[in-house]
């Protein structure tokens, strides 16, 4: 599959076929995750694999219930909880170094990034869940203090296909040399 193929294919699965999700090609779509930049290969990422019906039912219920992908967290054979470990990223020294403060967010995103693009390959749907509480989610999981959990992820064989949403074109939001300035 080729890379630009594969970002303009993977689409947000929200409902999944009950089917299971081989040990190979979980164990396949983390490799993809670890292989991903960091802020000082820090690596701040944690995952934690839910396969767990009643865990991912408890895992559903952090969300709104009005959240869209709060159904697919039944359906799907996996969830996963991407945590991160804070104050590390964008740290030295125990101190942050930018004025952006931790780092965390940028490299799961990095990470998941990786993680959604493997699964897609091997022919699996992922979702991206950030709207959730994720102070109950951390402790429901036995998160240690100075973890968080970042997102949830269902990921299954998807039963539907995914919606295309439509994109900005380039010159909307493409500059060179400084801000607005157009090509």
């Not at 269902?154 to 074109?169: D, Y």
Request: neutral net charge; proline residues 7%; hydrophobic residues 45%.
């Amino acid at each position: 599959m080729e890379l630009l193929n594969a970002i303009k294919g993977r689409r947000s699965i929200r409902s999944y076929r009950p089917d299971p999700v081989s040990a190979a090609d979980l164990q396949y779509i983390l490799e993809a995750a670890q292989w991903a930049p960091s802020w000082a290969n820090i690596q701040c990422w944690e995952f934690i694999i839910v396969q767990d019906v009643a865990i991912r039912q408890r895992l559903a219920e952090t969300l709104p219930e009005k959240n869209p992908a709060r159904g697919a967290f039944a359906q799907a054979p996996i969830v996963i909880a991407a945590c991160a470990a804070t104050g590390k990223s964008g740290f030295f020294k125990g101190s942050p170094v930018t004025d952006k403060g931790d780092w965390l967010l940028f490299d799961l995103g990095l990470a998941l990034q990786n993680l959604t693009l493997a699964a897609y390959e091997k022919g699996l749907g992922t979702v991206h869940v950030g709207f959730f509480d994720a102070s109950k989610a951390g402790q429901m999981l036995g998160l240690p203090e100075g973890h968080t959990v970042v997102e949830l992820l269902p990921m299954g064989h998807p039963a539907e296909e995914g919606r295309v949403t439509p994109r900005k074109p380039l010159e909307e939001f493409v500059f060179y040399n400084g801000y607005g300035r157009k090509a």
